[in-house]
């Protein structure tokens, strides 16, 4: 939640202000605690996985791979939603997820997808993304983190990164949904080496086979990994971590430095209310899994929207009147349509209902200030009665 606001960077600034006044970072049980994703995402950034350039990592690739790494930046998720848009992209793959219902501004993510001449969805299960697409769509069914991966007879075994920085191994327990499903290595490795025709400094082919070829090069390559195929078997091993280690000599004269922040200047018009987009109870990220919500005893429906009592009383709405969501922004006008009103014990003038339904009033140009996430916590919005509904 912090992270999705136009303002996110210099209210995290902020949190760890008062956690260098309180003393908090550097000792047992305390710190920043960051949640910096899931299905191994923050791995995904330790071991290089990045859309910017990093010269040091880029000489580490060239003399450990034997290739030359690119030079110019990639896009992040906002800078691939335009690419697409502008026809600048034109191949779209996805290693899992569901892109379409995940990303801000659902109108302008299915029309930028669409532009492309090819689609690739690598998945555990369908979902709305393989229904908008490119001009050709594939589908490559893979292994989910839950089911064996087995070759040759032997269970292979994924290495992750927890959140605390943790790296140890991961495997599925479960017999997989069919014989023939690849993992999302060997699809990938499988891709690389079909290309390049077996002919390229890198053993894709060997990689495919063999995970433990793939951590050796990570060893070699990204920063705080040794031994990786040892060492993440059982409890795993620690990515070095400064502040845990008490290790401060790369900060001016050994000590941290305070940030000073302008506080943000909303500006609502009167009838503007912000909204926040938020999860149910029976929901991870975008799926479903159930229709209820009983930490906001909200029971077989999703299209609610969550009121201040007085803020319905100023609208002569009802508990359950349905109503519109409008949001305009740079002259555009996005909207979501019938949504039930729940009076609920949240600040005057902000208003809060479930995402993926209330992704099409977020605006995919108006994103945090340095980290580009959408603002998803702090969308302008008006509201209007639904036609013909009470």
Not at 31 to 50: A, E, F, K, L, W
Not at 235 to 260: Q, S, W
Request: proline share 4%; charged share 25%.
């Amino acid at each position: 939640g912090l992270t999705q606001h136009k303002n996110s960077v210099a209210t995290i600034k902020e949190y760890v202000n008062l956690l260098l006044l309180k003393g908090a970072i550097g000792k047992p049980n305390s710190g920043t605690c960051p949640v910096r994703g899931h299905s191994n995402v923050q791995g995904d950034r330790s071991v290089g996985i990045m859309h910017y350039v990093n010269p040091a990592l880029n000489q580490r690739i060239e003399k450990h791979l034997g290739f030359k790494a690119p030079e110019h930046e990639g896009v992040d998720v906002v800078g691939a939603m335009k690419a697409m848009h502008e026809g600048k992209a034109k191949v779209f793959m996805c290693l899992g997820g569901n892109f379409l219902m995940a990303a801000s501004d659902t109108d302008y993510t299915a029309k930028a997808i669409q532009k492309c001449d090819l689609t690739v969805q690598v998945s555990t299960k369908l979902n709305r993304t393989h229904l908008v697409t490119g001009k050709t769509a594939l589908i490559l069914p893979t292994l989910g983190r839950s089911e064996k991966d087995i070759q040759h007879g032997k269970e292979r075994e994924v290495t992750t990164e927890n959140s605390m920085g943790r790296v140890r191994a991961s495997k599925g327990v479960l017999k997989p949904a069919s014989e023939d499903l690849k993992s999302e290595i060997e699809i990938v490795t499988g891709i690389a080496d079909a290309y390049f025709k077996g002919d390229h400094a890198v053993n894709w082919k060997g990689m495919g086979e063999d995970y433990d070829l793939i951590r050796e090069k990570i060893d070699l390559v990204a920063k705080g990994f040794n031994k990786t195929a040892e060492r993440a078997k059982g409890v795993g091993y620690y990515l070095p971590n400064n502040a845990r280690e008490r290790d401060f000599k790369k900060l001016p004269n050994g000590r941290a430095k305070i940030t000073l922040n302008p506080p943000p200047d909303h500006q609502l018009a009167e009838d503007e209310f912000m909204l926040m987009t938020i999860r149910s109870h029976d929901q991870f990220n975008t799926t479903i899994y159930g229709m209820d919500d009983r930490y906001r005893g909200i029971y077989n429906e999703r299209r609610v929207l969550f009121m201040h009592m007085e803020d319905m009383k100023a609208l002569h709405l009802n508990k359950e009147d349905i109503v519109n969501l409008n949001s305009t922004y740079d002259g555009i006008k996005r909207e979501a349509f019938n949504f039930k009103v729940v009076p609920y014990d949240i600040p005057k003038g902000n208003l809060a209902a479930y995402f993926p339904e209330t992704n099409p009033l977020v605006p995919f140009n108006h994103f945090a200030d340095q980290s580009r996430t959408p603002i998803s916590k702090s969308v302008r919005v008006r509201i209007s009665r639904a036609e013909g509904r009470a």
